[in-house]
């Protein structure tokens, strides 16, 4: 787009997002934001790597916010703002936009999440969107990856796999049943992330981090910065019923598990936890509604063990 | 670069890059940002639009810091931190990361500012950086482009239209003179971000902006947020040598001076003032060494009137 069309394009659909009164209405140079603390997270999504060219423009735009509200989550920490740095191809129809902003205006309402400012220019690239977020901690503690203490239960939020398996359903390399073909997908497209569970992680959590990069190979990190052991039992990994279905198709079961395990996109996250923190950590997942699974603990030692499982450390990525 | 590649680029070349304990290392999804209150700003560069393909890697690691320095600098807040999205292209070699980590690390240096944290990707794309910059106020106000009031002189800090002839001369399309080349290819390549100068912006300015897409547009989009009139004297729009030479050796005068005035790269500061503070301001710049022109006054009206010299609202950018 032009440089006109630019400023045509934030005042009349970027503006409308800006709530909070440091946006200024998305007319100045910069924004204010007021006394912290803050959590301040920035995460890039490109068409081609993160998502599919052709994946609904309001759930790209949903899936770059949430990667983001994901990683305020896993510190324990609320949304507040962000901050859009918008890459928008020459060749794409900027009537798009319109639905990219919907896609925003969305979640905006469901995370409580206001737009602070941004940058819009024209790309002879793919579509890419950065996006900057800004939480407030619920409580004095970011648990950061590098808090585990040997002892400590492994916990994880949601369902393992299901991104990857609908990253797989979108590419066609999965037949899967039609019930569950929308669900994977939603999955890969639109991540969950726990906003809800963030208070329960700046309560109990010692070490806690994002899950996106694969469960085993998120593992080890946060293994690598607590320098800790991390013991996982792969029968305690919890699976959608999609993914189940999935499972029970694959001819080497244990090798499908390490795909699903080590797949990415997850959004969920993962945290270890003092064995006392058990019960309030079911009821506070029990009140969301959230599944919580106890997969493993922590030992003295490095690396992680998973039963045998591979402990992949890339990225199951478009292009790469 | 695949997700290992990823790691090991992060832990060598950014981390040393990351001196604040907020920063967590950059061993972490999310960095910690102090207590506020804050002015915050992203921008975006692409390969292509925003500078060459050729362009030393360094300078573009600079080029991405500065035009967001600036525009901290025409907020009255003095740089902290930043953030850092790099999209890499997946063809071009990363052993170009540490010239460009290099360029970043000289200008934490020159400006006092450390890396927060970031992201990393591959692209297919062209190479992108995305930086957010966090600036603590010198004062209470940090003034936006809608604070200008009628009676207000326009001043502008540096010089106007170097960077667009810089582009020139690396595009081949401005034979100059051998003793100007370096000075305005500098000019495009890493704008000066008048950092220096935000304290005497947040003490005596009332409306300020960034110029970064044009002199005479950005006064326009001054003038409207401000419900004001700008009236620019031609004749008072500061110009380096380098600059003078060029426009000496147009056919016409004015078409050249109209391009200086409308091209982009700039990376100045615009802004109004009350007359009373005419001598302290000439002093601080002064005290800087830095070039300050007084090159108008504002009016009840709308627009800008520059003595019949077309105001652009267009970036010439690369690609647009």
């Known amino acids: 787009m032009s440089g006109a069309d630019e400023f045509a394009v934030i005042a009349r659909h970027f503006a409308p997002l800006a709530a909070s009164a440091g946006a200024r209405c998305l007319a100045d140079d910069a924004a204010l934001l007021d006394a912290g603390p803050w959590v301040v997270t920035t995460d890039v999504v490109v068409e081609g790597v993160h998502f599919l060219p052709d994946d609904p423009i309001g ?18 920490a609320a949304p507040a703002h962000y901050l859009l740095a918008l890459q928008w191809p020459a060749g794409r129809d900027a009537g798009e936009i319109a639905a990219f902003a919907a896609g925003l205006a969305h979640d905006q309402g469901v995370f409580n999440v206001t737009l602070l400012g941004g940058d819009t220019t024209a790309t002879p690239g793919p579509l890419a969107v950065t996006i900057t977020a800004f939480g407030r901690p619920h409580g004095a503690r970011t648990p950061a990856r590098s808090d585990a203490t040997p002892g400590d239960d492994v916990w994880v939020t949601g369902t393992i796999g299901d991104g990857v398996l609908g990253l797989a ?13 929308d669900y994977l997908v939603d999955r890969y497209q639109i991540p969950g992330a726990r906003v809800a569970f963030a208070a329960a992680i700046s ?6 981090m994002d899950v996106s990069d694969g469960l085993l190979g998120d593992a080890a990190r946060l293994a690598a910065a607590s320098a800790a052991r991390l013991v996982i039992d792969p029968a305690a990994i919890p699976l959608s019923s999609a993914a189940r279905g ?3 198709g694959q001819p080497d079961r244990y090798a499908g598990l390490g795909r699903l ?3 990415g996109d997850d ?3 993962l ?22 699974a106890r997969i493993g603990r922590v030992e003295a030692g490095a690396g992680v063990e ?13 292009g790469k």
Chains 1, 2 share one sequence.
């Open 246 to 248: 999935w499972l029970d």
């Open 169 to 181: 359903v979108r590419q066609g390399a999965y037949a899967e049943p039609p019930a569950a073909r």
């Open 261 to 263: 395990a080590c797949g």
């Open 59 to 76: 759930r790209i735009a949903q899936k770059a916010l949430r990667v983001n509200l994901s990683d305020l989550a896993a510190k324990g």
């Open 203 to 208: 309560r109990y959590a010692h070490a806690a």
């Open 267 to 269: 959004y969920e996250i």
């Open 271 to 292: 945290f270890t936890a003092a064995p006392g923190v058990r019960a309030a950590l079911a009821a506070a997942a029990d009140d969301l509604g959230l599944p919580l």
């Open 306 to 318: 998973a039963g045998g499982l591979p402990v992949g450390a890339h990225r199951h990525r478009l």
